[in-house]
């Protein structure tokens, strides 16, 4: 089991970055496939970013090209670096760490895109 707490958000400019982490416990970070997810205002919680034990990344086509997913294992610490954020970026972020079926999940960190 994991217990997994993020951070990094606040409130941006559109145009504006903010990298989020979630720091993960245990000595075994490693083990587990991570993600980041959101839930906007009024919307079901999405997929962002996924990023494997191997390093093998996913992004959701609204996204890609303007947020990166790494993860430091040694630091039990995955990143979430978001440049050229707009008011629809808006939401909670969540971080999930999955094995073999078990997911878990961090208690979100708010990021709000407005002028």
């Known amino acids: 089991q994991v217990q997994l707490v993020e951070s990094g958000g606040g409130l941006v400019q559109p145009g504006g970055s903010l990298r989020l982490s979630c720091v993960g416990s245990?000595?075994?970070?490693?083990?587990?496939?991570m993600g980041w997810y959101r839930q906007g205002p009024g919307n079901q919680r999405e997929a962002v970013a996924h990023?494997?034990?191997?390093?093998?990344?996913y992004y959701a086509n609204s996204v890609k090209g303007r947020f990166t997913i790494s993860r430091d294992n040694a630091k039990n610490t995955v990143y979430l670096q978001m440049n050229s954020l707009q008011p629809e970026d808006t939401a909670v972020y969540y971080c999930?760490?999955?094995?073999?079926?078990?997911?878990?999940w961090g208690q979100g960190t708010q990021v709000s895109v407005s002028s």
């Open positions: 999930k760490a999955d094995r073999f079926g078990s997911d878990y």
């Open positions: 245990g000595s075994n970070f490693f083990i587990y496939n």
């Open positions: 990023i494997s034990t191997d390093r093998s990344t």
